[in-house]
Nanobody, 122 residues
Framework: QEQLVESGGGLVQAGGSLRLSCAASGRTFRTYAMGWFRQAPGKEREFVAAFSWSGGNTYYADSVKGRFTISRDNAKNTVYLQMNSLKPEDTAVYYC???????????????WGQGTQVTVSS
């Protein structure tokens, strides 16, 4: 059974950092695009960052560009999201996703984790 499990969320002050992890199991996701989305209360799920299955191209939302970095460790079947210079508006539940290609539309991704809460205090 395919499964994505996020970890690493928590409470941090503005300007701080967190690293989220997404452990994939049940199948190899090496040929999948991998990405991160987030959803704040009362808002739609929005694209944060992703990379194509080849890993050669990375994509970021304008709101996180220069502050967040997505990476993967194929040996561990794990994807990471390093988040620096966090702002209160980054507060949301963060979800890991896998799909056939990178898009900013959540509905096109096939697999989802359960989410991990990130709260940034001012």
């Amino acid at each position: 059974q395919e499964q994505l499990v996020e970890s690493g969320g928590g409470l941090v002050q503005a300007g701080g950092s967190l690293r989220l992890s997404c452990a994939a199991s049940g199948r190899t996701f090496r040929t999948y695009a991998m990405g991160w989305f987030r959803q704040a209360p009362g808002k739609e799920r929005e694209f944060v960052a992703a990379f194509s299955w080849s890993g050669g191209n990375t994509y970021y939302a304008d709101s996180v560009k220069g502050r967040f970095t997505i990476s993967r460790d194929n040996a561990k079947n794990t994807v990471y999201l390093q988040m620096n210079s966090l702002k209160p508006e980054d507060t949301a539940v963060y979800y890991c996703a896998a799909g056939p290609h990178v898009t900013v539309r959540a509905g096109t991704w096939d697999y989802w984790g359960q989410g991990t809460q990130v709260t940034v205090s001012s």
